[in-house]
């Protein structure tokens, strides 16, 4: 395990390759929850919890189960378990700890289940960490500090998102442009914005 690494996983995930702005995962939770910042980082703290959790689980699946039995192909299915196993768990913390925060997420708080982002993280990490079948030197501490990361990437992204669009309540925007049309075009022009973090690339 290198330090060196940990920090371009960091910045990867954080500005280079950001989970929304670059990777385009998650797009429905983020258009739909960023209307308040409340919620926004509410919504960014449940999706952080369920990608760290997640990423250390799913590893531990593909290192110790998948792979000793050649069960790569059910990679897919048991990594949505995982998922789906913990969003289930933060659904019912925040509907017992805060039901007005609960009605507020609505129907997004379970789409996390199907929240690409997360998936692909779970992905990304046996993609990444495992080569020819082996995991490489740190996979474990790489894996989880990615999921850290793409949730703060994603958290950062929200955060921007949410402050962008309570500021925006305050202008007059054509009625026609309100709510999600002006949401998607903020959310290009913050997607061109971290594509500089790359350069542009066609």
Known sequence: MHLSQLLTI??????IQNVILSRFL?????IAIS???KPA???SGAVMFVTVMSSIITWAVYRFLLMPFHLEYLRTISFILVIATFVQLVEMAIRKISPAMYRAFGIYLPLITVNCAVLGVAVLNSDMF?????PVPGSFIYALFQGICVGLGYTLAMFLMSGIRERLEYCDVPKAMKEFPLGFIIASLMSLSFMGF????F
Do not use: D, E, R
């Open 41 to 43: 980082v509410a919504m």
């Open 130 to 134: 495992f080569k020819n079948g082996q």
């Open 35 to 37: 209307k308040q910042t």
């Open 198 to 201: 790359n350069g542009f690339k």
């Open 26 to 30: 998650g797009l429905c939770s983020f």
């Open 10 to 15: 960091f910045i990867s995930a954080v500005f």
